[in-house]
């Protein structure tokens, strides 16, 4: 069982920045991929970044609506993910999940919510 917190959303104005993390209960040494995915009321819950770990080089991908502003990366010694959001918009407000798969089960954090004002 993994338990995943994430923390650092809030409201932001267009243009500025914001760090989520995700703490996750047990070592992510053993976890195959941790990301973030949003939703946004009204709209189709979007995958914005993954990072998979292959031996020594950890493997990120984004949506095409994050990608050169978002940057995802993990800490194995703190056993925590992070989302660094730069140049936010107002179509990034959203509540944020982290998420991590562990072999064929996906564990899901509660959500930080992030607003952009315009």
């Known amino acids: 069982q993994v338990q995943l917190v994430e923390s650092g959303g809030g409201l932001v104005q267009a243009g500025g920045s914001l760090r989520l993390s995700c703490a996750a209960s047990?070592?992510?040494?053993?976890?195959?991929?941790m990301g973030w995915y949003r939703q946004a009321p009204g709209k189709q819950r979007e995958l914005v970044a993954t990072?998979?770990?292959?031996?020594?080089?950890?493997?990120?991908n984004y949506a095409d609506s994050v990608k050169g502003r978002f940057t995802i990366s993990r800490d194995f010694a703190k056993n925590t993910a992070y989302l660094q959001m730069n140049s936010l918009k107002p179509e990034d407000t959203a509540v944020y999940f982290c998420?991590?798969?562990?072999?064929?089960?996906?564990?899901r954090g509660q959500g930080t919510q992030v607003t952009v004002s315009s």
């Open positions: 998420y991590a798969k562990l072999d064929s089960t996906i564990f």
């Open positions: 047990a070592g992510i040494f053993n976890i195959n991929a």
């Open positions: 990072i998979t770990s292959g031996g020594s080089t950890n493997y990120a």
